[in-house]
């Protein structure tokens, strides 16, 4: 069983920035495919970016490219987004999930989320 856990969420102003992470664990020695989904009121959950498990292979939702980066850490099943240039529009809640590296993939696993409201 996968578990998943996101930190980094919260309140921020138009134009400033944050950064989440996600923590993966399961089978010891596994490496996981992992990535972000995000689920603003009232509409679909949507992706917004994936990493393979060696880091060699990145996506990203048209929408946020040029503004978030996702990144992993070299020896765990821990992934992080740097999120700039945060616009209204990007309030939502933020879910780590596995395996899904592109928007054509459906997430086998979720995290609980984390809120990120980015205010006018």
């Known amino acids: 069983q996968v578990q998943l856990k996101e930190s980094g969420g919260g309140l921020v102003k138009a134009g400033g920035s944050l950064r989440l992470s996600c923590v993966a664990s399961?089978?010891?020695?596994?490496?996981?495919?992992m990535g972000w989904f995000r689920q603003a009121p009232g509409k679909q959950r949507e992706f917004v970016a994936g990493?393979?498990?060696?880091?060699?292979?990145?996506d990203y939702a048209d929408s946020v490219k040029g503004r978030f980066i996702i990144s992993r850490d070299e020896a765990e099943n821990t992934i992080h987004m740097q999120m700039n240039s945060l616009n209204p529009g990007d309030t939502a809640r933020y879910y780590c999930?596995?395996?899904?590296?592109?928007?054509?993939?459906?997430?086998?696993?979720y995290g609980p989320g984390t809120l990120v409201t980015v205010s006018s």
């Open positions: 999930q596995i395996p899904c590296t592109n928007s054509r993939c459906l997430p086998t696993y």
């Open positions: 399961g089978q010891a020695g596994s490496r996981y495919n």
């Open positions: 990493i393979s498990w060696n880091g060699a292979n990145l």
